[in-house]
């Protein structure tokens, strides 16, 4: 059974930082596409980060020079790191897996279809 859990969500002020992890067990690590979505409440949730398995990154402009992914394969955790937090980051923020050959996020951006395995969410607030 593939589980995923994050952590390390919470509030903080504009400007503040947060680090989300995300430990991946149960899942075969090989030929693997990671990302990050955010889901803001009456909205779609869209992926905005994408990591794969040669630790290629692609990462919206929207948190681009902000945001940053990456993993330590050794613990299988999936990381991201938030600096320069702005009110509107303030969403639910999830990991995902899945085995696909393409890993953009601009391509799988809506396609929660593709991602088989899903962490929980946290939670990140960011108040002005």
């Known amino acids: 059974e593939v589980t995923m859990v994050e952590s390390g969500g919470g509030s903080v002020h504009a400007g503040g930082s947060l680090t989300l992890s995300c430990v991946v067990s149960g899942y075969g690590w090989q030929s693997w596409c990671m990302a990050w979505f955010r889901q803001v409440p009456g909205k779609q949730r869209e992926a905005f980060a994408t990591i794969n398995d040669d630790e290629m990154t692609t990462i919206a402009d929207s948190v681009k020079g902000r945001f940053a992914v990456s993993q330590d394969n050794a613990k299988k955790t999936l990381y991201l790191q938030m600096n320069d937090l702005m009110p509107e980051d303030t969403a639910k923020y999830y990991c995902?897996?899945?085995?696909?050959?393409?890993?953009?996020?601009?391509?799988?951006?809506?396609?929660?279809?593709?991602?088989?395995?899903w962490g929980q969410g946290t939670q990140v607030t960011v108040s002005p």
């Open positions: 995902a897996a899945q085995n696909g050959a393409v890993c953009d996020y601009a391509s799988l951006r809506f396609r929660l279809d593709l991602y088989n395995y």
